[in-house]
Structure formats: C-alpha cells, structure tokens
C-alpha cells in the first residue's frame, strides 16, 4: 500500500542498543502485541486521523499494551507518528518503530493527560 510503509530499525543496530530489549526474549504475548501494532500501523492510513480519534486510538492500544506489562509512547514530529514501546516494570524500550504516511495535525494537538496513562492494569 504506498505512503503506508512503517521505518523499521536495522537489526544489529537495534540488538547492540543496551537500553533495548531484544524481542525474541520476550514473552510471546508481548511479540505478539508489537507484531499487532506493526501491522495495524501498516495497514491503516494514519492521515485519515483527527487528533481526537488518534488520542482515542492510542489509548485503546495501549491498554492492550498494558495487560502484557508493555507501553506505548507516541511523538509527532514533522507530521509523522514515533511510537515506542517500553516494558512497564524495567522502563527499558522494547521496541520503536515510525509510521511513514503523515498525519493531519501536530503532537500539541494531541493533548493526553497523565491520568489517562496512570490507570491500573487489569
């Protein structure tokens, strides 16, 4: 699908980082939720979001994250969505990736609270 590809990190670069964690070690449902991720980020066309969808989007999404002890961060810059998945208990960053197609709006446009990343996991 053009202008839907997703920015993958290089493989050796991506295993030598000591803040990483390597994916294959980690728990199948938590490959399991990226592989999920990664896929919706390729086939959805992200410039189809209003900031409001996308807040409420990510929100959904990580609260999946959440029941596999897993995060999701996300930052806008130049219109294009950076996401990063962190490991809740250790804080270290599983696995980040950048969606290609541009959104609509701007990272302050998407304004999230912390209370709504401060709810506990169920």
């Known amino acids: 699908m053009p202008g839907s590809l997703v920015e993958l990190p290089i493989g050796h670069r991506f295993c030598s980082n000591r803040g990483m964690i390597q994916m294959h070690s980690r728990p199948k449902e938590q ?3 990226v592989r999920n991720l990664v896929h919706l980020v390729l086939t959805r066309d992200m410039g189809t979001f209003n900031p409001e ?6 929100k959904d ?7 596999v002890g897993l995060t999701l961060l996300f930052e806008i810059r130049s219109r294009t969505v950076h996401f ?3 490991e809740i208990r250790s804080r270290r960053t599983a ?4 969606a290609s197609t541009h959104v609509q709006f701007e990272d302050r446009d998407v ?3 912390v209370e709504d990343f401060a709810k506990p996991v169920r």
Do not use: G, L, P, Q
């Open 61 to 67: 999404v990580d609260a999946r994250f959440r029941k």
């Open 95 to 98: 696995f980040n990736f950048a």
């Open 53 to 58: 969808r996308f807040k409420d989007w990510i």
């Open 31 to 33: 490959r399991e939720a």
């Open 111 to 113: 304004v999230m609270s």
């Open 84 to 86: 990063t998945i962190k």
